[in-house]
């Protein structure tokens, strides 16, 4: 049995390893992997494929599952292709967004269309549920199992194992003779990035980029947002415009020994791990100390979810703790996991330490607790200008919870501590000036960080002439950035259509990025028009979607050009609905549409690729 996942935040992954689990209790042969991680010219082979997809963004697969999408739209794949195949797709999504579950819903039927025969019909999780994911997962999962068993029946002499019975842990975890006690190594993390370096760089092996610059953009009391400069050099990378670069993050050490005392575990202790299951994914390396395994893989200042607390209660001692845990792990008890966990942002870490009478045996961790996830950024500059950097505008995270409690973004915190080359007094380069220094420094002896690149969601035009609408407030401003860039680096080589750029912030004494670049670009005419709101300079809240209406006519002739595209980045909060909504308006208004052939009209931009949008 082959249970394929395509996740964004591990929410999708973590049902498929409860699918992988179910079938490890019905004694069936089980892997799981990322869609990405599969050969699907291997699906023909295929008897029985689960598969649990997720939506991101505006109904785009996840960034694990593109490899294998892009492979099953393959116009030269035969219609019965997959006739030998049986498959059942779960999608997870939000119905507040229009392309509600969209990644699911095409996998599922480009399935059918391939020739495979569906087990159960696509279930469809939804966020938006009171009852979250769990209400419409529990029913697929009960009419699943009996399909499943009927294609591929178990040895009639096994009995299924009850999940009262802990299975065993999917790792097997043992003390290196002779290195307990001693401090962590650093022969453990160059053993982690040996693959480091090379053109066959990925998510498995990654190139450890060298800091070149990290600068405060936003005054002091403002958000913290950081201009961060990588060298690509030896790398053999190649990136465009538009592109992201992903980051492995660490956890800070400081709170991690916090979280090993609490739990009794020696944070000097070298071991090694090996796959105990063959649904087990695998691991980035397989010595470490436990303070690597717990910095550098286990996310534990993440928030749980319900199957962590269904295990963990299993080894509580304490009976009132026990009964507690096991409450938050049953569907029926979503609301008090909302409000105990969900809601207030609770973390592993806290958890753990709020049940002290719960101390699962070293290996379980790896069950209870997900890897750390890369995060990706959108390159903000331009490989004509900057062919061996990678430049990143990053907002740290944090905040405070409605219980009180502090909170903080781990690889926005984690590129925040990075440090750079020391500058030429000794000291370390300094960090605050947000204009000066943004094009790198002299490659020394900066920190380093595990990286990738990935294709990004905007991709300027291909005809220069081609006018450009940018819409990023906030970071969201990075990927034009890069666009404007390029641009600059044409300026003499071909005639360039117009670039305006809408900008938002709060105010233009505490977060207006990058502010001596844009004026310094019009004044070459590598841009054309800025527009900026400054959200709290006045009484009423001003954003990029007012200013976007207040010149109508202006964004009008743009938008109607034969040739013209539209980006959109930013957080996927209420911007990227209330500018479509606002250039929607423009297109009733000034171009005389009625809402349907407004409608009608920016379906067409999107169709032909020329209004892309990139949220997160």
């Known amino acids: 049995m082959l249970v394929l996942f395509g996740s964004q935040t591990g929410s999708a992954e973590e049902i498929a390893r409860q699918v992988a689990e179910g079938a490890v209790r019905f004694h069936l042969p089980v892997r799981c992997v990322a869609m990405d991680e599969y050969d699907p010219r291997l699906l023909p082979t295929e008897q029985l494929v689960v598969c649990v997809a997720s939506t991101t963004g505006e109904g785009e697969v996840p960034d694990n599952m593109r490899a294998f999408w892009r492979f099953l739209l393959r116009k030269d794949l035969p219609h019965g292709s997959l006739a030998s195949l049986r498959h059942a797709s779960f999608g997870l999504g939000d119905s507040s967004y229009p392309k509600f579950n969209y990644a699911a819903k095409r996998l599922h039927r480009r399935l059918e269309q391939l020739g495979s025969a569906a087990l159960v019909p696509l279930g469809l999780g939804d966020d938006q549920d009171g009852l979250g994911v769990d ?78 610059s990290n600068l405060r953009l936003t005054a002091e009391g403002a958000r913290e947002v950081r201009h961060l400069s990588l060298s690509l050099r ?117 958890v753990l330490r709020d049940f002290p009478s719960a101390r699962p045996p070293l290996p379980y961790y790896l069950d209870l607790i997900p890897p750390l996830r890369a995060r990706y950024f959108s390159i903000a500059s331009s490989p004509r200008r900057h062919p061996e950097e990678v430049h990143l505008c990053v907002a740290v995270v944090r905040y405070q919870t409605m219980i009180k409690a502090p909170r ?157 595209h539209v980006y959109i980045a930013g957080a996927s909060n209420q911007m990227p609905k209330a500018v479509r909504k606002a250039m929607h308006e423009v297109a009733v208004e000034h171009g005389q549409l009625d809402a349907a052939a407004a409608d009608a009209f920016f379906k067409t931009l999107e169709a032909r690729g020329r209004l892309q949008c990139e949220t997160w």
């Open 135 to 212: 209400h419409a997962l529990r029913p697929w999962l009960s009419a699943l199992w009996p399909a499943v068993l009927a294609v591929l029946p178990p040895p009639p002499s096994l009995l299924p194992i009850p999940e009262s019975e802990t299975l065993p842990p999917r790792y097997s975890v043992e003390p290196l003779a002779g290195a307990a006690g001693a401090p962590p190594a650093a022969a453990f993390d160059a053993l982690r990035y040996t693959h480091c370096h090379g053109s066959d760089v990925s998510a498995r092996r990654p190139f450890c980029a060298r800091v070149l």
């Open 408 to 564: 903080f973004g781990v690889c926005s915190t984690f590129l925040a501590s990075l440090r750079a080359p020391p500058s030429s007094d000794g000291e370390s380069a300094p960090a605050a000036s947000p204009e000066e220094g943004l094009d790198g420094a002299q490659e020394e002896a900066g920190d380093v960080v595990p990286i990738w690149l990935r294709k990004g969601c905007l991709s300027p035009p291909s005809d220069p002439t081609a006018p450009l609408l940018m819409v990023g407030p906030g970071t969201g401003v990075a990927p034009f950035r890069a666009f404007v860039q390029e641009r600059e680096m044409a300026l003499g080589e071909a005639a360039l259509g117009e670039a305006v750029l809408f900008f938002g912030c709060r105010k233009r004494t505490e977060d207006y990025l990058y502010a001596s670049e844009w004026q310094a670009h019009l004044a070459r005419g590598s841009l054309n028009e800025l527009h900026v709101a400054f959200s709290r300079e006045q009484q009423h809240k001003v954003y990029v979607q007012h200013l976007m209406r207040a010149m109508g006519a202006k964004l009008w002739e743009l938008l109607s050009s034969s040739n013209a």
């Open 234 to 350: 030896g790398s053999g990378l190649r990136y465009a415009a538009g592109d992201a670069v992903a980051v492995q993050p660490r956890n800070p050490r400081g709170a991690t020994l916090d979280l090993l005392a609490a739990l009794s575990l020696d944070a000097a202790a070298a071991v090694e791990i090996r796959a105990a299951a063959p649904h087990a994914p695998p691991l980035p390396a397989a010595r470490w100390t436990v303070l690597e395994l717990f910095s550098h893989h286990l996310d534990v200042f993440g928030v749980p979810r319900r199957p962590f607390f269904a295990l963990l209660a299993r080894f509580a001692r304490h009976e009132a703790q026990r009964e507690r845990l096991e409450e938050f792990g049953r569907v029926e008890g979503a609301a008090g996991l909302a409000e105990y966990c969900t809601r207030p942002r609770r973390t592993y870490a806290e």
